[in-house]
C-alpha cells in the first residue's frame, strides 16, 4: 500500500507518553491504526445518525414532500429575454 508523509502537531503531554510508550519503529503503525478506528467510529456514528433520522416519521414525511419536487428547477436568470 502506498504511503503518505505528514506532519502533525499534538499536546507536548501526549507526545512524551507516546513516545515513551510507542517504541520509534512501531509509531507509523500505531499512529495509522489509530486514525483507522477513529474514522471507523466517526463512520459508524454517522451510519447510525441516519437511521435514526431515516426511521423518524417525520424526516419521512419531509422526503416525500421533497420526492415531489421536479428533478429540475428552471433557474430564474436563464428563463427571462436576453438584454
Known amino acids: 500500500m502506498a504511503s503518505r508523509k505528514m506532519t502533525f502537531r499534538i499536546p507536548?503531554?501526549?507526545a512524551v507518553q507516546f513516545a515513551k510508550r510507542v517504541p520509534s519503529?512501531?509509531?507509523s503503525h500505531y499512529v495509522s491504526e489509530a486514525?483507522?478506528?477513529?474514522?471507523?467510529e466517526?463512520?459508524?456514528r454517522?451510519?447510525?445518525?441516519?437511521e435514526i433520522?431515516?426511521?423518524?416519521?417525520?424526516?419521512?414525511?419531509?422526503?416525500?414532500?421533497?420526492?415531489?419536487l421536479p428533478d429540475e428547477i428552471a433557474e430564474p436568470w436563464t428563463d427571462g429575454p436576453a438584454r
Open 12 to 14: 507536548e503531554d501526549l
Open 25 to 27: 519503529r512501531d509509531r
Open 35 to 40: 486514525i483507522g478506528a477513529k474514522l471507523r
Open 42 to 44: 466517526r463512520e459508524e
Open 46 to 50: 454517522l451510519i447510525g445518525a441516519c
Open 53 to 68: 433520522a431515516n426511521a423518524d416519521p417525520d424526516m419521512r414525511a419531509i422526503e416525500q414532500e421533497w420526492d415531489t
